[in-house]
């Protein structure tokens, strides 16, 4: 019924910068709230950003240097990293809010994840 596509990952050195990408399609009346959240090995799974009508929200890890926004027209959220620091290093996912065509009620769906690493 719906998919979210992750893209943009891969391997960058510390202090350099990645956008990610998360495009929502199917049968989308909808969409809420969408958010990033990250995985490391070994840690539990951290809410990164949200955004929400406008109104965005940060983890206090990435304040100040990450970003996030979104193209209702394209139904995808973007998550802009800069100064990046070897802690950053997880698989980033995404997930997004949204009212199905035909329906009234809202559902979280999620991205199938995408890997970043900061090392030199």
């Known amino acids: 019924q719906v998919q979210l596509v992750e893209s943009g990952g891969g391997l960058v050195q510390p202090g350099g910068s990645l956008r990610l990408s998360c495009a929502a399609s199917?049968?989308?009346?909808?969409?809420?709230?969408m958010a990033w959240y990250r995985q490391a090995p070994g840690k539990e799974r951290e809410l990164v950003a949200t955004i929400t009508n406008g109104r965005t929200n940060y983890a206090d890890s990435v304040k100040g240097r990450f970003t996030i926004s979104r193209d209702n027209a394209k139904n995808t959220v973007y998550l802009q990293m800069n100064s990046l620091k070897p802690e950053d290093t997880a698989v980033y996912s995404c997930?997004?809010?949204?009212?199905?065509?035909?329906?009234?009620?809202?559902?979280?769906?999620w991205g199938q994840g995408t890997q970043v690493t900061v090392s030199s």
């Open positions: 199917g049968s989308i009346f909808s969409i809420n709230a």
């Open positions: 997930s997004a809010d949204i009212v199905l065509r035909g329906t009234v009620s809202s559902r979280r769906w």
